[in-house]
């Protein structure tokens, strides 16, 4: 469903992402992103996404050439997007901004996500004076109006505990099956992609370590020796 091609972006003359290739095949997957601080993680949400043009390369969606397409045309065409820091908006109550996202967004699934993401309890409450974590759930609640077929989720779990990221975790490994979405999801909590994620990809230094299953992944030794040996 996402094909990633020879993907490179530059800021001058930083190389963020080099000679990325990448492929999420099934809707339903949720496929963690991992690398240390500066690896490009966020570059590549941004340039699936059409935030960033690349500097190379090619986003294919369902066999179709994307690279050229805006956010906005991205987004129709089922992918959105939250972002490491919350998308929440100040001063007003939950359910009034989801509201407002689905009416632009024609989602008629609203009751469907709130349910789905246990927002139920906070629905009337001021965004920006909820919990936390609930504000996570809310920031993945917004992501999933307009029925994505694509969701790329940057970091949804800073500023979490521990207990916090798993529980976000098996909402998102819940999710992703229940609304037949695929979740690109990166993270820094290493036990928890690899406890939940059916599919990850390691970047370093703007290029890619290894893409494949959980088990594949983690026995890479590329993956072992730029990783895992100094995070684990
Ligand atoms: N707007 C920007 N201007 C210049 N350099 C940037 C910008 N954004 C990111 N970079 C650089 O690109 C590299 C990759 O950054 P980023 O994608 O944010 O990594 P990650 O999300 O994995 O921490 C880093 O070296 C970072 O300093
Ligand atoms: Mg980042």
Redesign the pocket.
């Known amino acids: 469903m996402l094909r990633i091609e020879d993907l490179s ?1 530059a ?2 003359n ?4 080099e000679g990325v290739t990448l492929e999420v095949a099934h809707r339903g997957v949720l496929h963690g992103v991992i ?12 340039a699936i996404t059409g935030r960033r043009k690349p500097t190379r390369g090619k986003v294919f969606v369902d066999g179709r050439d994307i690279t050229h397409l805006n956010v906005v045309q991205r987004r129709r065409l089922g992918m959105s997007r939250s972002f ?1 820091r919350t998308s929440i908006f100040p001063g007003i109550r939950v359910g009034e901004q989801l509201e407002l996202v689905a009416s632009q967004l024609d989602e008629n699934d609203l009751n469907g996500i709130v349910d789905t993401m246990q927002l139920a309890a906070v629905y009337d409450e001021i965004a920006d004076s909820i919990a936390y974590g609930d504000q996570r759930r809310v920031d993945i609640a917004l992501a999933l109006i307009g029925q994505p077929s694509l969701m790329l989720l ?2 949804p779990a800073a500023g979490l505990s521990t207990s916090e990221t798993v529980t976000l975790f098996e909402h998102l490994a819940a999710v992703v099956r229940k609304r037949n979405v695929t979740a690109l999801v ?1 993270e820094h909590d290493v036990d928890a992609v690899f406890r939940f994620c059916d599919a990850i990809t390691a ?1 370093d ?2 290029r890619l370590l290894a893409s494949g299953s959980p088990a594949e992944v983690r026995s890479n030794p590329l993956v072992i020796a730029a990783y895992l040996g100094t995070a684990a």
Do not use: H, I, R, W
């Open positions: 972006v800021y001058g930083v190389k963020a992402l690398g240390p601080n500066g690896a490009g993680k966020s570059t590549l949400m941004d490491q940057d970091e990166v970047l230094l703007g």
